[in-house]
């Protein structure tokens, strides 16, 4: 029978072993989780990520991936990080605001209109979205897309009167997006994402944004089968980890690390931007039907989405940051 010096030797050990951050610990993995179902493009730039950052490291430094929010939702995601429980998380612009709404001014509908407007924005505040972030004690890994946001609805929505008619998907989060969903005349009701589903089918949901790409991957465009053909905002996706767990990574790793999690983005932002029309082709030999919106209509949801924006900048991303991106949206539209 053991000592009791040994025994209690073997306690501490066990003890400071639970203390020290993943990387620091021999074996023990960092623990990755993302809405993204096995098999799409987000999924698959994790995958690539953590294979070379297992090569890079000589098996030194793993990442376990918990894919199709079997972890939960993006807010949930953002909170066992935030607890230790996990110790990355691949989210959107969604989950970002969890920790720090600045990046969500992307997300303000029909405020930035293509996706080379996108790229000159994030170009010039990428430094200051990292940042804050890093103020928070969180380190991004990469930025990239998951897509341009559509409205897609049960039944036919094209004028902006029709909103009225129909329950939206709202994420859960700052209640100022809710503000900003009524400003616009949308009607939005919280759910979890990964309770949508569930939520069409019982009628709680007749409608959501989201990209064409997520409407195919999650299959709720099944349920709700109509999709108004007006870009709606882009969807910024990001891979963050814990800083203390990026810090107890050997300092030799980290170049090598953060160049192959940026090239796993800056590849899986490439596929999106190619596979995100494509995807609703898919859909329509399933069922979906696009809408065309008239010039007129155009004009009005254009309006009725400008009134979303003071919600947005006076009660989630603050005005300074809104207006440094309204700022470099008129250079980049006024260039000959």
């Not at 009524?182 to 007749?206: F, M, N, R």
């Not at 089968?225 to 050997?250: C, F, G, Q, Y």
Request: hydrophobic share 45%; glycine share 6%; charged share 25%.
């Amino acid at each position: 029978m053991p000592s009791l010096p040994l025994r209690l030797a073997a306690f501490l050990a066990l003890c400071l072993s639970l203390l020290l951050p993943p990387a620091a610990q021999a074996g023990v993995t960092v623990k990755l989780a993302t809405l993204a179902p096995e098999g799409t493009i987000w999924y698959r730039a994790v995958r690539t990520m953590a294979d070379r950052w297992a090569e890079i490291s000589g098996g030194e430094v793993k990442i376990k991936i918990y894919p199709g929010g079997v972890v939960g939702n993006e807010t949930a995601v953002v909170r066992k990080m935030r607890i230790g429980q996990l110790h990355a998380g691949a989210v959107t612009s969604v989950g970002l605001a969890d920790i720090e709404t600045s990046a969500m001014v992307t997300q303000s509908p029909m405020f930035i209109h293509s996706y080379a407007e996108l790229d000159y924005v994030m170009e010039r505040m990428r430094d200051t979205f990292e940042q804050r972030l890093k103020d928070k004690d969180f380190i991004v890994l990469n930025w990239s897309d998951a897509g341009w946001m559509h409205l897609f609805t049960k039944g036919k929505m094209i004028h902006p009167e029709d909103a009225a008619k129909f329950k939206i998907f709202a994420f859960e989060g700052d209640p100022s997006i809710i503000d900003a969903y009524k400003a616009t005349g949308l009607q939005p009701v919280v759910v979890a994402a990964t309770d949508v589903l569930p939520s069409l089918q019982s009628g709680l949901l007749t409608g959501f944004p989201t990209t064409p790409l997520a409407a195919l991957s999650q299959q709720w465009f099944a349920l709700a089968p109509n999709m108004m053909d007006l870009p709606w905002a882009p969807l910024l996706a990001a891979t963050i980890i814990r800083k203390d767990v990026w810090e107890s990574i050997p300092e030799k790793f980290h170049q090598d690390f953060m160049q192959a999690a940026r090239e796993a983005g800056l590849e899986a932002r490439r596929e999106v931007r190619r596979q995100d029309r494509k995807a609703i082709k898919v859909m329509q030999k399933y069922g979906l039907t696009v809408h065309p919106v008239p010039q007129e209509s155009k004009r009005g949801w254009q309006e009725a989405a400008s009134r979303a924006w003071p919600a947005i900048r006076e009660k989630l991303v603050g005005d300074e940051i809104f207006k440094q991106v309204e700022g470099h949206l008129q250079e980049f539209r006024s260039r000959p």
